[in-house]
């Protein structure tokens, strides 16, 4: 019963305990390459405890419907594809530093990170799209990472795709499986009921991923200050400057199931899986510690989101108010 309430009051106070891990986990010890071979079980419990909150019978069989699949990879597309592209012609046009380049090509072409589909439920938007973006995506982000990569970098070490694709792969179906077992051991009336434990899996496995990025880092900071904090600056700016596009657009828009979809848009768009291409790509220590930086801007995502929504909100609840 003590563990079932602490896990109640970390999913209440997610939004806080996120970046109060982050300053933890930068003034833990080194310790040891070992920690990195829990990441795809920190992830694979990420996946799963998001996904357990799902009626994932109704979200399958929507999602295999032509026009959502049809929807989904067109948004897929824009992601993996198009954003690359305009990030690569604004950081150029801009005058960023090359040897930056490569690195804000590989974060803009891997796919979105696990754990938005539970920043999406966290957030009250829709996690069904969450899911059907982070599995469409993973399916392509393998074999368009290296093409997208290539056009604008020269020499790039080779990349298998189907060893990525597999990784991926696995790791979302265990995760799946896992939250369908749950759901026929728990029950969904039992699951939504204590829907705050589940968040506060959530929040303990995004805690734990922590240690094994944060790995070092505090050496690497204090080696290179300065080349830390514009790795930060550019992480911040990448992620939070997706966000506030794709929340911005949605000012424009009166539908709101359209503009519901970019508010999971800016979740997918600015939270990308950077290790994934960070452990396929041969050791770069400027890779490794910009995606240790980017944790900062991705850890702050519910704050950021939900105080951008409360803003988007407030002018409709005025106008609800005065009449």
């Not at 969904?188 to 790995?215: E, Q, W, Y």
């Not at 400057?241 to 600015?270: C, E, H, P, W, Y």
Request: charged share 10%.
């Amino acid at each position: 019963m003590f563990l079932i309430n602490c896990l109640s009051f970390l999913g209440k106070h997610a939004r806080l305990s996120l970046p109060i891990g982050l300053c933890i986990a930068l003034i833990l010890p080194d310790l040891g390459e070992q920690v990195r071979d829990m990441v795809p079980l920190v992830i694979i419990i990420i996946y799963a405890s998001a996904m357990i909150r799902l009626d994932l019978g109704i979200a399958l069989r929507g999602a295999v419907q032509p026009h959502r699949i049809l929807q989904t990879l067109g948004l897929s597309l824009m992601v993996l594809i198009l954003i690359p592209c305009l990030f690569v012609f604004t950081a150029r046009s801009l005058g960023l530093a090359e040897m930056f380049i490569p690195i804000l090509i590989w974060y803009a072409v891997a796919p979105p990170i696990a754990s938005t589909v539970w920043m999406c439920l966290l957030l009250g938007f829709r996690p069904v799209l969450a899911m059907e973006l982070v599995a469409m995506t993973s399916l392509i982000a393998p074999l368009s990472g290296p093409f997208v990569s290539s056009l604008f970098l020269a020499n790039i070490a080779p990349i298998d795709p189907f060893d990525l694709l597999t990784r991926l792969g696995l790791m979302i179906v265990i995760g799946v499986a896992l939250a369908l077992l749950g759901q026929r051991l728990i029950s969904r009336k039992r699951i939504d009921k204590h829907h705050t434990v589940f968040d506060g899996i959530s929040t303990c496995a995004m805690l734990i991923f922590l240690i094994p990025v944060f790995n070092g880092v505090s050496i690497q900071i204090s080696i290179s200050p300065v080349l830390a904090g514009q790795l930060l600056g550019l992480a911040v700016l990448m992620n939070f400057g997706s966000q506030l596009f794709m929340t911005g657009l949605a000012i424009f828009l009166r539908a709101q199931q359209a503009k519901d979809t970019l508010k999971v848009m800016a979740v997918i768009a600015g939270n990308r899986n950077v290790g994934l291409y960070y452990a396929a790509l041969p050791y770069d220590p400027v890779m490794g510690l910009f995606t240790a930086m980017y944790q900062v801007p991705l850890y702050l995502t519910p704050l950021f989101l939900g105080w951008l929504s409360r803003i988007q909100n407030q002018p409709r609840n005025n106008s609800n108010n005065s009449q």
